[in-house]
């Protein structure tokens, strides 16, 4: 389990759901982001590994829009989902982020019932004609995070009250009700113990029958035992991209291998 | 971890696309329609900060400027003898020195010469009076002499009084205004600069009420305010933040502090009333009385700004110099306290300028008294700016309300000055650690 | 003549700086080794005759106007005073006091000018005796620190004892003025309440506190029902919250959410400006503008409105209370965790459903908190009910009736000059009772539901 990527994972070919084109990001006048070009397939989990501060958060964050809230962010280039750029003028921020949902590094529930706390997206997007269609979405997207039999009882005492690993799993709860295409992970795990750390990745893995994910991590194992495809960044370039047995095993560059061996980080 | 394959569970949901795309248009109309509520908010409270502002200033800067008569007065010796002085008619000297411009009006008719002289500050003979108290060797000249003219006379120059309103419902009548317009065509009529309303305390008559009095006593008042508060603030706030043992009592002390902040002003003027002037005897109307008691409650403020200013200053400083040795006062004093001063003479400064404003407490110890001149040391009775503004602006004359929009925008001045300088010594000293 | 004493003190405390800081660099210079460093030395000589001194000073001027006085009344020829009430009596005491301050009104008795002339004799004796006593005590001071300068004299030890003890002081003079405030209306309340029934006062629906001008007048019996007062600061102060919660709180929510930065910083500072303005000119402006506007626009309606109406008051206030509110909304609002408004907008929330649905809520205890102290200073606010609001007390809940309210009463009560002895003032004193207990209940909790969210955020 260590550090041997998984050799049975069906690296299948799907079909190419996020491209990006020479990417640039800028904070102000420092450059978070150079010439970043990468393709995220569908139904693939693809990590984003590299030591911190390297601009694999910042590049995440580009690709729901998360960015537009820094006022003194830029991006240039082209990001499209499904063909789609979502920086053209005529997507709204709110449509993209329903379909490209997002999980934080901190759990952050919002201060409200577990029940509230799922129901949050469908009830503003409109999803739910009536409340039986509300429970049921509910319901559904507790049991796909694996929350259902903790929190069914206690659905309406605070989502700030369940445990660390619960929480996590109510914010993925929370981003798969919305029924999104991709799902981002920002360091879904930084903030947990080792048991709810291996109960989010099994999610994680599970969700990828559905989902695009695209997972940021600090930590090489679980970028070994989660993905199919990895990202290696450094200093705001993208390095290398690959199949993750690739990269783990037989890396190209030499600031991956130095990174994955533990030479820089 | 249940069904994980999508063949025996449910099919791909579909996106939320098509609920989004449908609702969008609604969802951002309410955005659009909660930031009309906030942009309608800020809208109307500032509207109502120019409202108030341009009322002020609009009644206000009429009276910077004094509309004064320049009359040549022959200083009878017959009226003004020159050893009885400082004694003698000198009202009767200067309604002669009118009569020599309005030739019909008949000068033995009581009445006829009053409504004459009424267009004469009642204080214009004080001012003859004073001239030739100070040099007697003008008995006998005549002199040119520039009075002010009493106040519908002043609102009338000013375009205050409407002469088209009709004649009763006007505070003067036709003839009035007629002899007026004579003393103007001959050119006798000015409008200078009103430095009486700097130079002259309070008076019964708008034309001569000045602020010199209240600047007086405000002064004194904030000096005494100053020179308590400051030490007590610093003493006590260095005393909670560096010394004190977290216990029961500085737990008290500090919300004890916290809720003086917030006791109503009125209150600290029924403690001063009671205890300063009922139990200690400490004499009404005195700016030090007036002083002692916004010490009482610019000292929170002190307290909480100095403490803010003690705990922005890093560990690294204290246990720098605790590390050569220096004992916990040395540190305190000599490393802390001097870094911590461009924090704590802001928020003094700002404690001082609230303290300025404080109307309520000063009336309750009777700062509110009527006193024709400027108090010498701060035990004599006297007014003070807020105090000032309060008293003209329950007097019914029209050109009080003038003066005491004038009044304000003095003491807005002040106010200003001192929140700039606090915010100039904020950025000037302003230190990132 | 009163600030000799001052300046002998500050002269004493220098030379014994400067006598213990020469004694102790001579023992230096002879090659001792000092326990504190010679300043030390100096600084407890300076703080051992200024704390001391400068107590029996303050001591002395703050008794001595009453011993005086005491001492006048008591040389005054016997029989001048007899059978003439207090407040007679404080007015001969006034009338002898001018005259020694050289200000003569008439022709007064022969009595009270040689009273007068006993005066200024008493005063400048105490003027006297007061140098003699720093003077002496001074002295007396710096020569036993001299005597204390020694090589092994733990002198830093002691002065770090006195600063401490003084600093101490400092702090305790805060809750000193608690335990004034409260003494003192507790004292006159209680009073009061010796006079007035505490049940009349509390239930009385009355408020007419005059008082008989002489002793054989009947018709004037005060009335000191309280309840119409309290009706009226809660009208005045309900009308205020209705204009100050729903514009600060919009006012906030833009400026925390949807404003441009630029925007925001500069309309902050602008409506910090409301907060500034001293509240004599609110009342100023509700009298000048407001009232005015008010009428002319009921009378334009065909309403009969008031003078000075709750409206007009009310919303003066509320105007004034608009950046207080906002303010602290917006600290509120600033509180909430960004992981917070970051998962709102990942979900796909407008920024608009971010900020009702997930900000707002979670900042309404902060919020609560502010809005409770936008209460307190409210009901507390004092000179903007005493120029626009009325005098009359009166049982009505319509804002567009004159109403008067409890910090007008306590200052028309207490305007001019009072004596302490009748209900009419006193009364007053009851009234700031009830207005201090108020707020501090309020502060209180308002005070503990801030500290406690920002707890949790932290």
Redesign the interface.
């Known amino acids: 389990m260590y550090d041997a990527p998984h050799k049975d994972k069906d690296v299948t070919q799907n079909d190419i759901k996020i491209s990006a084109r020479d990417v640039q990001v800028f904070y102000g006048d420092t450059q978070a982001i150079k010439d970043v070009d990468v393709e995220i397939d569908d139904k693939t989990v693809t990590a984003f590994i590299g030591p911190s501060g390297c601009g694999k958060s910042t590049f995440l964050r580009c690709l729901n829009r998360m960015n537009d809230t820094i006022d003194i962010c830029r991006i240039e280039g082209k990001i499209s989902i499904d063909g789609e750029d979502i920086y053209d003028p005529s997507i709204d921020p709110v449509q993209l982020r329903a379909k490209v949902g997002m999980v934080f590094q901190k759990p952050n529930p919002f201060p409200k019932s577990i029940y509230e706390n799922v129901a949050y997206g469908p009830k503003i997007h409109g999803m739910a004609r009536n409340k039986a269609e509300l429970d049921e979405i509910v319901e559904n997207a507790l049991k796909r995070a694996a929350l259902w039999n903790e929190a069914k009882d206690r659905l309406d005492s605070p989502g700030t009250g369940l445990s660390g690993g619960q929480q996590q799993r109510l914010c993925i709860a929370r981003a798969v009700a919305t029924e999104p295409e991709v799902l981002l992970m920002d360091e879904p795990c930084s903030a947990l113990d080792p048991i709810a750390t291996a109960q989010v990745e099994e999610l994680i893995d599970e969700l990828r029958q559905t989902y695009s994910v695209v997972i940021v991590t600090h930590s090489m194992q679980q970028a070994a035992r989660v993905s199919q495809k990895t990202a290696f960044f450094h200093l705001g370039n993208l390095v290398e991209f690959g199949d993750t047995e690739q990269i783990f095993t037989n890396p190209k560059d030499e600031r991956t291998e130095s990174y994955i061996t533990g030479r820089i980080g | 971890?249940?069904d994980?394959?999508?063949s025996e569970g449910?099919q791909?949901?579909?996106?939320?696309?098509e609920?989004?795309?449908?609702?969008?248009a609604r969802?951002?109309r309410?955005?659009m329609v909660?930031?009309g509520?906030?942009?309608?908010?800020?809208v109307?409270?500032?509207t109502?900060?120019l409202?108030?502002l341009t009322?002020?200033i609009g009644?206000g800067y009429h009276a910077f400027t004094q509309t004064h008569v320049e009359l040549d007065v022959f200083i009878d010796p017959e009226e003004i003898p020159e050893e009885g002085l400082p004694r003698g008619d000198y009202d009767d000297v200067l309604a002669v020195a009118m009569g020599t411009h309005f030739p019909d009006v008949d000068l033995s008719d009581r009445i006829a010469t009053r409504e004459l002289t009424s267009i004469l500050s009642n204080g214009a003979q004080y001012i003859l009076r004073d001239k030739v108290v100070a040099d007697p060797s003008l008995i006998g000249q005549t002199i040119s002499v520039k009075v002010p003219v009493s106040d519908p006379y002043d609102q009338l120059h000013k375009g205050l009084v409407e002469r088209d309103t009709e004649e009763q419902f006007r505070r003067l009548d036709n003839d009035a205004i007629d002899r007026f317009d004579r003393l103007d065509d001959l050119d006798l009529v000015s409008k200078p600069l009103n430095t009486g309303l700097i130079t002259q305390a309070d008076s019964r008559f708008p034309e001569l009420a000045g602020l010199k009095g209240a600047l007086v006593g405000s002064f004194w008042a904030l000096l005494t305010c100053f020179v308590i508060s400051f030490?007590?603030?610093?003493?006590?706030a260095?005393?909670?933040e560096e010394?004190?043992p977290k216990n029961r009592w500085s737990d008290?002390?500090e919300?004890?502090?916290?809720?003086?902040a917030?006791?109503?002003?009125?209150?600290?003027?029924?403690?001063a009333?009671?205890?300063f002037i009922?139990w200690?005897?400490?004499?009404?109307s005195a700016p030090f009385v007036g002083g002692l008691t916004l010490a009482?409650m610019t000292?929170?403020t002190i307290?909480i700004a100095t403490r803010a200013a003690l705990k922005a200053v890093p560990p690294s400083i204290r246990e720098a110099a605790l590390g050569v040795g220096a004992?916990?006062?040395q540190v305190v004093f000599q490393h802390v306290l001097p870094l911590a001063m461009p924090g704590i003479l802001t928020g003094t400064i700002i404690g001082l300028?609230q303290a300025?404003?404080?109307?309520?407490p000063l009336?309750?110890i009777?700062m509110?008294a009527f006193i024709t001149s400027a108090a010498s040391?701060p035990?004599d009775s006297a007014t003070a700016l807020?105090?000032q503004?309060?008293i003209w602006?329950?007097s019914p004359e029209r050109g009080f309300?003038s003066r005491?929009?004038a009044a304000?925008m003095v003491?807005?001045m002040f106010?200003i000055t001192m929140?700039a300088i606090a915010i100039y010594l904020r950025s000037k000293f302003e230190r990132k650690w | 003549m009163t600030l000799a004493p001052f300046v002998i003190l500050l002269f004493a405390a220098f030379v014994g700086y400067a006598i213990n800081l020469r004694a102790a660099q001579a023992i230096r210079a002879d090659g001792v080794r000092l326990h504190s460093l010679e300043s030390f030395h100096g600084l407890f000589s300076l703080l051992m005759v200024i704390v001391p001194v400068l107590t029996l000073v303050l001591i002395w001027l703050a008794v001595e106007g009453a011993v005086i006085d005491a001492l006048l009344m008591a040389s005054l020829p016997a029989g001048v005073l007899d059978g003439l009430g207090s407040g007679a009596i404080q007015l001969i005491g006034a009338e002898i006091r001018s005259i020694a301050g050289g200000r003569v009104f008439g022709t007064p008795d022969d009595w009270k000018l040689e009273a007068a002339e006993r005066l200024i004799g008493y005063r400048q004796a105490s003027s006297w005796l007061l140098i003699v006593v720093v003077t002496g005590v001074s002295a007396g001071i710096v020569y036993f620190a001299r005597g204390r300068v020694a090589s092994g004299f733990r002198a830093r030890q002691r002065v770090e004892r006195i600063t401490l003890g003084l600093m101490i002081f400092c702090a305790v003079v805060a809750i000193f003025t608690t335990v004034g405030i409260v003494a003192a209306l507790t004292y006159e309340t209680f009073r009061f309440f010796q006079m007035v029934p505490v049940t009349e006062f509390l239930f009385g629906l009355n408020w007419e506190p005059q008082i008989p001008i002489r002793e054989d007048q009947i018709a004037a019996e005060g009335a000191f029902g309280a309840v119409p007062v309290f009706l009226g600061t809660i009208v005045i102060a309900t009308v205020a919250l209705v204009v100050a919660v729903p514009v600060g709180l919009m006012t906030a929510i833009y400026l925390n959410e949807f404003a441009p930065h630029a925007f925001r910083k500069t309309v902050k500072p602008v409506l910090e400006i409301l907060a500034g303005v001293p509240t004599v000119v609110y009342g100023f402006f509700a009298i000048l503008v407001v009232a005015p506007a008010l009428r002319q626009f009921g009378a334009s309606v065909g309403l009969d409105v008031s003078g000075n109406t709750a409206l007009a008051a009310g919303g003066v206030m509320g105007i004034m209370l608009i950046p207080f509110i906002s303010s602290f909304a917006d600290d509120a609002l600033s509180a909430v965790p960004q992981s917070l408004r970051d998962g709102a907008l990942a979900l796909g929330a407008t920024r608009g459903e971010m900020m009702l649905n997930v900000l707002f809520p979670a900042a309404i205890p902060g919020i609560v908190g502010g809005v409770l102290l936008a209460v307190s200073r409210a009901i507390g606010e004092t000179m903007i009910v005493v120029m626009a609001a009325g005098l009359m007390a009166r049982m009505t809940i319509n804002p567009l009736d004159s109403v008067t309210a409890v910090t007008v009463q306590i200052v028309t009560l207490l305007i001019g000059d009072t004596a302490f002895d009748n209900p009419k003032t006193l009364a007053a004193f009851a009234l700031g009772m009830m207005l201090f207990i108020a707020t501090l209940v309020i502060n209180i909790f308002a005070l503990r539901i801030v500290r406690k969210y920002r707890e949790i955020y932290d």
């Open positions: 971890m249940t994980t394959t999508p449910r791909p949901r579909a996106s939320a696309g609920a989004v795309r449908n609702s969008l969802r951002n309410k955005q909660l930031q509520f906030g942009i309608a908010a800020i109307f409270a500032i109502m900060l409202i108030l009322s002020i009644n030490p007590l603030g610093i003493g006590a260095i005393y909670l010394f004190a008290l002390i919300i004890n502090i916290n809720n003086l917030a006791v109503p002003s009125v209150v600290f003027g029924l403690l009333l009671a205890v009922g200690f005897g400490l004499p009404r009482l000292m929170p307290i004992s916990k006062n300028a300025l404003g404080e109307t309520a009336l309750l009777g509110n040391s035990f807020p105090t503004i309060f602006a329950d309300v005491t929009s304000i003491l807005l106010l929140n």
